[in-house]
């Protein structure tokens, strides 16, 4: 019987150096970096070097403005009022959204998710053909001498609509998930449905809804576009920090515009930190 040769072993695999250069890795970190730096990095330095090129005194004077500070206290304004209302909206209508089957519930979603799709300026046109002196509802807000497009609720009506969906989004998948079983046994035990949100449901969403309170918050005292269109920009009654900036930038008061970017900066860096620890907080509840 004819032996049957046997096959050449496989020659050893080249392993590759421990030293070796990943160059692909390496040029997408570097690819990053450098887009980082150009759109973030580089802006964020000039603003804060152009709101101190005078000095501490030139900044300090940009924020003794009347206009500033009025700028600041009507974005406060707008930010009290249209946090807390969109945050009970989010909570109802997420609540509704995950607890309750009723007809129309994708269109709903749909609506809510509106503002995502839309152009804050395309918001702020469709308020104005609203509420306009020329608008569906203008003759009647005229005859009761009530005035929203230039004004203060124009400005709520535009900001309370581009951050309609944050609070909604941030809670709705947390409470799919957390489903109905500890609901439907704090009802067995006795207790109604107020009690069953502030005991039971709102304390296992609340890292999610202060989330989303945070983003519109943020989104409320940066909104430019909408809020350009409904308010006129009027100096010292209807406009807000981000008007300012522009307004400020196209007179040529450079420090001032400068100085309340750079205010706006800082609230955007202060929103991330809190996003950032709220993300931590939310993954250690998980666990």
Do not use: H
Not at 30 to 35: C, K, Q
Not at 75 to 92: D, E, S
């Amino acid at each position: 019987m004819a032996s049957t040769p046997l096959s050449p072993p496989n020659p050893p695999q080249s392993l590759p150096p421990k030293n070796r250069v990943d160059w692909v890795k390496l040029a997408l970190i570097l690819g990053v970096a450098a887009y980082l730096l150009l759109v973030l990095v580089i802006p964020l330095l000039n603003v804060i070097y152009q709101a101190l090129a005078g000095g501490f005194p030139g900044f300090w004077a940009a924020l003794q403005e009347s206009d500033f500070q009025k700028a600041v206290l009507l974005t406060l304004l707008i930010a009290v009022i249209v946090v807390p209302l969109n945050t009970v909206f989010g909570l109802c209508a997420a609540w509704a959204l995950t607890r309750r089957n009723f007809p129309g519930r994708a269109f709903l979603l749909s609506v809510i998710d509106l503002p995502f799709s839309v152009p804050s300026v395309v918001a702020g046109l469709m308020l104005v053909l609203l509420y306009g002196r020329e608008g569906w509802f203008g003759p009647l807000l005229q005859a009761w001498d009530v005035k929203i497009i230039f004004a203060v609720p124009g400005i709520v009506l535009a900001s309370a609509f581009v951050t309609m969906p944050f609070v909604v989004r941030e809670v709705l998948p947390v409470l799919e998930d957390l489903g109905k079983d500890q609901e439907e046994a704090a009802r067995t035990l006795g207790a109604n449905e107020w009690q069953i949100f502030w005991r039971v449901t709102l304390p296992s969403i609340r890292w999610s809804v202060m989330y989303g309170v945070i983003l519109t918050n943020a989104r409320t005292m940066g909104e430019f576009g909408a809020v350009a269109v409904v308010s006129g920009s009027i100096v010292g009654k209807t406009q807000t920090l981000p008007l300012y900036v522009e307004e400020a930038y196209k007179q040529y008061q450079t420090q001032a515009s400068y100085t309340a970017a750079l205010l706006l900066a800082c609230l955007a860096l202060v929103t991330l930190v809190l996003k950032t620890v709220l993300e931590r907080q939310t993954q250690t509840g998980d666990e």
